[in-house]
C-alpha cells in the first residue's frame, strides 16, 4: 500500500505572493457579476394595469393586481371542459362587456378549488363546498413583459376588472404592486 501512495506525484506548494493578485481579480470579477443578481429590484407596478392577452386574439383587459389573490383569475362564461386526444381542454368566452363571441379553448394544465371569501367563516359548511375552476396556462403582455402564467377561468362580469393578477403571477413578472398608484407600466406591447 505504500508504494501505491509513493508513486502520487506531489503538488508544489501554493505561492500566494504570485496567485494572489489572480485570486483577488477573480473574486472582484465574481463580485461584479453576482452584483446584478443581488441587487435585482421588483418592477413597481399601480394596483390597476393594462395587460394584453396575445393567445385571446390580442384583447388588451384592465387588470386589478391583488396580492391578496394567490392566482390570476379570467373573466369568462360558456366555460366547457371535454377531453381530446386524451387530455383535458376547456372552451369558453370572454366575459367582458366588448368582448366578441369568439369561442377560445386551450389545454387545462390542472382544476383548482377555490373557496370563496363568504365561506371562510362558515365553520359549518361542508369541505367539499368549494368551486371548481380549469386553469389554463396562458401568455400575458405587462407593459413590453410577455410572461406565462397559470389563469383560472370564471364568470367575474359582475366585477369592475375582467382579469385579477394574483401572488403567483406577481412573482412570474417580477412586480411589486404600490396601491397607490394607477396604470403606471406602458400599454401592453410584447
Known amino acids: 500500500m505504500t508504494s501505491l501512495v509513493s508513486k502520487i506525484p506531489r503538488l508544489p506548494p501554493l505561492n500566494f505572493s504570485k496567485e494572489a493578485p489572480y485570486v483577488k481579480s477573480l473574486l472582484a470579477l465574481f463580485a461584479l457579476v453576482a452584483l446584478p443578481v443581488m441587487a435585482a429590484e421588483p418592477t413597481l407596478?399601480?394596483?390597476?394595469?393594462?395587460?394584453?392577452?396575445?393567445?385571446?386574439?390580442?384583447?388588451?383587459?384592465?387588470?386589478?393586481?391583488?396580492?391578496?389573490?394567490?392566482?390570476?383569475?379570467?373573466s369568462a362564461k360558456d366555460i366547457e371542459t371535454f377531453t381530446r386526444d386524451g387530455e383535458d381542454w376547456v372552451r369558453f368566452r370572454l366575459a367582458t362587456k366588448d368582448a366578441s363571441n369568439k369561442v377560445f379553448e386551450h389545454k387545462v394544465a390542472r382544476i383548482s378549488k377555490i373557496k370563496s371569501r363568504s365561506d371562510e367563516d362558515d365553520e359549518e359548511r361542508d369541505s367539499s363546498d368549494v368551486a371548481k375552476r380549469p386553469v389554463v396556462d396562458l401568455e400575458l403582455c405587462l407593459g413590453n413583459v410577455k410572461r406565462t402564467v397559470e389563469v383560472n377561468l370564471t364568470d367575474r362580469s359582475h366585477f369592475n376588472y375582467p382579469l385579477l393578477i394574483g401572488a403567483k403571477a406577481l412573482r412570474e413578472f417580477g412586480a411589486a404592486v404600490n396601491p397607490a398608484r394607477r396604470y403606471t407600466a406602458d400599454k401592453p406591447d410584447c
Open 45 to 74: 407596478y399601480g394596483r390597476y394595469e393594462y395587460i394584453a392577452l396575445p393567445e385571446i386574439g390580442g384583447e388588451v383587459l384592465k387588470a386589478k393586481m391583488d396580492t391578496g389573490a394567490l392566482t390570476a383569475s379570467l
